[in-house]
């Protein structure tokens, strides 16, 4: 019932059937159903941006699943713990975190789990401008996503790739990571994918003065997105546009 209520974003319906939940399953001594139940009340305060409180309901469903010896849970919560460390710009801690998750899922051998969280101490290391340690972690991430056919995943992590090769200024290595991005969007007929991968190759384009290609690329996401109804990137996208038709006209 908790589960349904959360889906229907019900947040405070939510909370009240874990909480009896999990008093149940601490009356009969159940310990795998009180850090489940510990976990969903970590991720309703996530959703509400409870930071703090989210971190001590999945630091006490972690205890229990190290209680029980649940590998998998571990490396869940530890990972989410990671996220929260993340968000509040504690990246040394999540790293820490994130690194314990990754050994277990290593342990487990659930390849999947690492590339997210490969994926994830990519990120790590880009917001603190460690450019060479993030590509590292991308392409570890690139390496197993494509060994378990993520396709969608794939595509993420090429736009990455190309994001850092751009702010690296190794330009043509920045398109050729967009255009395999681009490849995988067009084969899974993922629009705005395809869209965000034209758009960071009309950036590396132009920054390459070829405004011509960059002026087609702008004009080609534009269009998609104006089709997917995503304002927020189309104000971006025409930014850039705009940015680059006036340079053509200097």
């Given at each position: 019932?908790g ?6 974003k ?61 590998k ?33 899922f290593?342990?487990?051998?659930n ?13 790590i ?25 993520n ?6 992590i ?7 090769a751009?702010?690296q200024?190794?330009?043509e ?5 967009c ?23 009309g ?13 087609r ?13 995503d304002?927020?990137?189309l104000?971006?996208v ?9 340079n053509?006209?200097?």
């Amino acid at each position: 019932m908790g589960v349904l209520a959360q889906r229907r974003k019900n947040l405070e319906e939510a909370e009240k059937w874990y909480r009896e939940s999990l008093a149940i399953s601490e009356r009969v001594g159940d310990f795998d159903g009180q850090s489940i139940n510990l976990c969903h009340l970590g991720t309703i305060a996530e959703e509400r941006g409870q930071l703090e409180e989210a971190e001590r309901w999945h630091q006490r469903s972690l205890l229990l699943e190290e209680r029980v010896g649940d590998k998998y849970a571990q490396a869940s919560t530890l990972g989410r713990l990671g996220d929260i460390a993340k968000s509040s710009n504690r990246f040394q801690e999540a790293e820490n975190l994130y690194s314990r998750a990754l050994a277990l899922f290593e342990y487990l051998d659930n390849v999947e789990m690492q590339a997210i969280i490969f994926d994830r101490l990519g990120t790590i290391a880009q917001e603190q401008n460690q450019l060479e340690k993030a590509e590292q972690w991308y392409l570890k991430a690139l390496d197993a996503f494509k060994s378990v056919d993520n396709a969608d995943a794939q595509a993420t992590i090429l736009d990455n790739l190309g994001s850092l090769a751009f702010h690296q200024k190794e330009l043509e290595k920045a398109a050729e990571f967009c255009r395999q991005g681009l490849a995988i969007a067009e084969r899974i007929n993922d629009k705005k994918g395809q869209a965000t991968s034209i758009y960071n190759l009309g950036l590396a384009t132009h920054a390459q003065g070829d405004v011509v290609e960059a002026i087609r690329c702008y004009e080609h996401a534009e269009m998609l997105l104006i089709h997917l109804n995503d304002p927020e990137l189309l104000d971006v996208v025409r930014t850039a546009l705009q940015s680059c038709k006036g340079n053509k006209n200097d």
